[in-house]
Structures are given as C-alpha cells and as structure tokens.
C-alpha cells in the first residue's frame, strides 16, 4: 500500500487525530450493529466500547509556549554533533494531560501538583487545536498527542520499569520530542523505509475492520502494585499449559533415550568442533526465526540448547519478549518447572501473540502491544541518535 493510500485510510477517522507512538486514533471506532459496516467497523460480541475507552486518554507532548530554558536539544531542529547544545537557550518540551473535546479541540492540563511536569508552568490561554499524525502524512505544529497506555509502554520500553510519574519521568521527553520531530520530516519514501515491516501488513494499520479487533485493545501492562494478584493474561496462559493440549509448551520432543541413537547417524555438522560458549554466542545474536532454523539444521545446536533451561528463560524475558512481563510467573508455574520444554514455549508465545484477524480477548492485548512495540524499536532508534549528539 502506498503513503497516499495509507493517508486516504486514516482520513475516515473524525478530526484526523492520532497517537504518535502507535498511529492510532483517539476517536471515531466504530462498532457493527447488525449488517451495517461490516468490513468498517468492529465486532461488538469481539471487543466492547468499555475495552476500548482507553483510546481516549491523553498526554501532550510538547513545547511550552510561556518560559524559554537552557534545553539540551534545540527544536524543531537537531543540533550538529559538535555544538554545544547546553549553551542554546530554546523552549523546553513538556508532558501534560490532555483531553480531547467534541468540537475537535484539545485541552492541556496542568494535572496535580504532587505529579505535574515541572517544565509545564500552566495551561496555555487557549485551548490546543492539535494535528499530531505521525506516521502518515505531514503534520504541522509542535505537539504531539500520545494515549496514556502507549506512553506508559514506551517508559517501560526505555527503562523496563513499569510505572510513570510526570513529576519524575524515568525517559528523556526531550529526546523523544526530537526523534518524533525527525520521524515527521522525513519524506514518504524515507518513513516507508524506516517503519517498513510495520506497512508491509495492513494488520499494523489501524481501521475499524470486522475481525481485527486486536488493534483497538489495551496494550497496557500489568499493574505492577497488584503484584500479589495474576493477571488475566497470566491466568490465561497458565489454563492454556495446564489443559496439557500443546498450545504452550510440550514435553521435549526427543526423548534422552532416544537421543545417542539419533546423535550416531548424523554424518557431518560444522557446529560440532565448537565450543559450547561459542554455541552459545552465536545463538543469542540470531532473532528467533533463525535460531529455531539452526536448531533444526544443527543436531549440535539442537543438543546444546534442547535442555538448557536457563538459555531459554533468558531468551523468552530478556530478548525474544520484553514486552511481555506476565511470563515471569508463567515461568514459575509448577508446570513449567517439572521439564516442560520452554524452546516450545517460546514458540507457542510468538505463535499466539501475532497479532492476526480473530483474535480473542485477553490475546487480543498482547496483540496489539506486540504490534505498538515494534513501532518503538524505529522510534528508539532515532531517541538514542538525539541522546548521543
């Protein structure tokens, strides 16, 4: 699909208004009642308007329009490697709750004081009228509009610290301000090339369509003050490894007595002469498609790995799903700790997890963060530029 058609797509949306983290909008889902916009709207009997109210939360990104500071990036533009940019005096961004109105503005807010952003002094005089697509098409202004659970995913992105306070932001708002400035200028061709995997599937662009409603659920995380109690997600998983039918998890496919056998008929493999360590260090810079491949290619790779729980628990956490913190007490399950084969997990995870049409609540939100933060790995890329200059 080309940029043009893309934008003809997310101009059905009411007042064009989207998140600049995830491209989705903050109003206009709509819903099927009966035969009507079948292939234009959602599923009600999939996902409700209830699941869907978090679209309308907001915070605004911005610059503030009532006190200049010493920042460390001048905006809009990016500095030269060599300037000094602490020596630059411009407008300071700010992070502040917004809320959207039915008449196609928007309000900022200044928020409690025990948690407002200290670089935003106060509300402008006027309210906000915001145009913050960033993915498709040009925008202009200097504020970026961004849900409060995609927000919260990107501090978790950055940090891997759930929770955020505007009064002590863990990220850097001024780094983001300008890789989300970058990311805007950038002509159609070049945003194509940097969001590529994203476009190529017309499952990572948001529209009301009949059978996708994994794009308009919550893609926030666990509430890490509810520690004490599993989520749905968590409690789903555990149903899913505990009816023992595959789905997550299974036995290890060979068994150790059959193993010897199996190892006598292999007649060469070029893995065999290396040192496990070196196995090992290869294996953890493949993605996970081509380490699957290597094991299936390798009787070496196969045997080093099939067994060695603690390569894949830190495979599953820290490499192939950071996005998903709910697998940590999936890992403790008593099923889990009684030989289950975690490669199979992890495959049965990245199988369940696609986002794809008919996907059912609660997978549904790991759907549709999986898809979000796949979008912040472009993002975060041109984040750690600005914080390097």
Known sequence: MTMEGIGRVMMRFHYNWYCSLCGGPFCGLRFASGNRWIHEAYNPEAITRE???????????????????????????????????HMIPTSR????????????????????PESRDPDFLGPPHQPLELDCNLLYGEVKGDHFTLHVPCLELFSFYIT????????????????????????????PMALTKTFRNILDSSFYIWRPQYG??????????????????????????????????????????????????????????PFSSLPIEILFKISGLLNDQSLFALCTASWTVHSALRVNDRFWRHRIMRVSMPWLPEVGPLLDHELMRSGADLKGLLCGLTRL?????????????????????????????????????
């Open 93 to 112: 961004t700010y992070l502040a709750p917004g809320r959207f109105t039915d008449d196609g503005t928007v309000h900022v807010l200044p928020g409690p």
């Open 212 to 269: 996708l409603e994994f794009l308009a659920a919550d893609p926030g995380l666990p509430d890490p003050r509810s520690a004490s109690e599993l989520s749905p997600i968590t409690s789903h998983l555990r149903a899913l490894i505990s009816c023992g039918d595959g789905t997550l998890g299974s036995r290890a496919c060979i068994l150790p007595e059959t193993a010897a056998g199996l190892s006598s008929r292999v007649k060469a493999d």
């Open 51 to 85: 699941e869907t109210e978090w679209t309308g939360t907001m915070y605004i990104l911005g610059l503030s329009n009532n006190a200049t500071t010493a920042s460390k990036y001048c905006h809009p533009l990016l500095l030269p490697r060599k300037r000094k940019s």
């Open 353 to 389: 997890t696609r986002g794809r049409a008919g996907m059912k609540s609660p997978m549904t939100s790991l759907g549709n963060r999986r898809r979000i933060w796949s979008l912040f790995e472009a993002i975060e890329e041109r984040y750690s530029e600005v914080r390097r200059r």
């Open 160 to 187: 891997r610290r759930r929770g955020l306070s505007l009064h002590n932001l863990e990220f850097d708002k001024d780094a983001l301000y300008s890789a989300l400035v970058a990311l805007r200028s950038l002509s």
